[in-house]
């Protein structure tokens, strides 16, 4: 499996990275599970329908942080990708926390997916 991130994606996780250090860790671990399982799995992903593309983008809603302590895979970290399943390959596209943000940004996969 290939991974690939957008330049927007990249400031997510800059800013993030100020005020949750072990994230670049954590998203080793998501990708290590995305390898063997890149499809939506409730209740840790969903996919994100109703936006007129082919292409598959999946919101993870379960990513356990090693900077928030003891709320494990409850950390209120969301994460956007794109699955391309005959390319094995996954684009992330938005990382946020839900208390910064209430959904994902449907402009920004429109404008790189479309």
């Known amino acids: 499996m290939e991974f690939d991130t957008l330049k927007e994606f990249e400031k997510d996780l800059k800013q993030l990275l100020k005020k949750y250090r072990s994230l670049n860790d954590d998203l080793a671990e998501v990708?290590?599970?995305?390898?063997?399982?890149p499809e939506e799995r409730p209740p840790f992903s969903f996919r994100i329908n109703n936006l007129g593309l082919e292409t598959c983008v999946i919101k993870v809603k379960k990513i356990a942080c090693k900077a928030l302590k003891g709320r494990g895979v409850n950390s209120g970290l969301r994460l956007i990708y794109a699955h391309f399943q005959e390319e094995e390959k996954i684009i992330?596209?938005?990382l946020y926390h839900k208390n910064d943000k209430e959904n994902e940004d449907k402009q920004r996969i429109l404008n790189n997916f479309k």
Not at 31 to 37: A, E, G, R, V
């Open 92 to 94: 992330f596209v938005e």
């Open 31 to 37: 990708k290590t599970i995305l390898k063997k399982k």
